[in-house]
């Protein structure tokens, strides 16, 4: 990989050699700055990974962005709507299929699952499975690159939130299987489906992990004040939390006491 670049003040732009990044105008407290998508290919063929939502301004731009490159593939990081509600608008303006785990979500004959390998112009991307967000969650290695794509999986900024669809043990599991492949296959950058460009994988993740432990070690003194319900746990745990996005963490507590109460 010749570097990142990262541009200032948004993740638009963002970039490694083979990966680029155009923001969707969709910002809020759930998406950050707004969905990633990615353009992938160094050629006259391309992959986009996450259209985005249903939004024509955004699908237009991606479109006339590419100019005369082909898109051989629609991939999705999984199923939610931010990332995947303009996919089959965006497979007609291009006429390529759409893959994803969830075949609710596909256009075409083919899916995605992990140990997958898909090639545009001689450049691949390797499909790792990563529950837990979503239960569809999967994360794309570009070894040219050494860049991961972690969709919702791992965030350029803050912190991902475990769906309903998804589950804490599951999205555990993959964030240690995420540092093992950091570390195995010395990547050099997380492209997040949210966020700007994280230049330290290992320190992200080991980061995203170690704070997973602290919130369960936090709900679990709140269960021993007395708190019962996850709204009672919100209170008491993110009490230093805009309240705004107190809906969103209850909603990550929920899956943090099915863990607890699974272990």
């Given at each position: ?29 759930m998406?950050?700055?707004?969905t ?16 985005g ?15 005369e490159?082909?898109?051989t ?34 256009l075409?004959?083919?899916g ?6 898909v ?7 390797h ?27 791992v965030?350029?900024r ?33 492209l997040p ?30 269960r ?7 709204r ?7 009490a ?24």
């Amino acid at each position: 990989m010749s570097g990142l670049h990262i541009p200032i003040g948004t993740p638009d732009g963002s970039r490694t050699e083979h990966a680029e990044n155009l923001l969707a105008p969709n910002p809020s407290a759930m998406t950050l700055d707004g969905t990633n998508t990615w353009v992938i290919g160094a050629g006259e063929e391309v992959v986009v990974v996450d259209p985005g939502p249903e939004d024509e301004s955004h699908l237009q731009r991606v479109r006339d962005h590419l100019g005369e490159r082909r898109v051989t593939e629609i991939l999705l990081t999984h199923g939610h709507f931010d990332h995947s509600g303009g996919a089959r608008r965006f497979a007609r303006m291009v006429n390529a299929p759409v893959r994803a785990l969830d075949p609710r979500h596909r256009l075409g004959d083919e899916g995605l699952a992990d140990g997958d390998v898909v090639t545009v112009a001689g450049l691949e991307i390797h499909v790792h499975g990563t529950p837990g967000h979503s239960f569809d969650s999967l994360c794309f290695w570009l070894p040219a690159d050494r860049a991961m794509l972690t969709g919702d999986t791992v965030l350029g900024r803050g912190t991902t939130i475990i769906a309903r669809d998804g589950g804490l043990a599951d999205y555990l599991r993959s964030l240690d299987r995420l540092r093992a492949a950091a570390e195995s296959l010395e990547a050099r950058a997380l492209l997040p489906g949210h966020g700007p460009v994280l230049p330290d994988p290992i320190g992200a993740l080991d980061g995203y992990i170690a704070h997973r432990r602290e919130r369960l070690d936090q709900i679990r003194a709140a269960r021993e004040q007395g708190a019962r319900t996850a709204r009672q746990i919100v209170t008491i745990v993110y009490a230093d939390v805009d309240r705004s996005l107190w809906p969103a963490a209850e909603m990550s507590v929920l899956a943090q006491l099915d863990y607890l109460d699974a272990s």
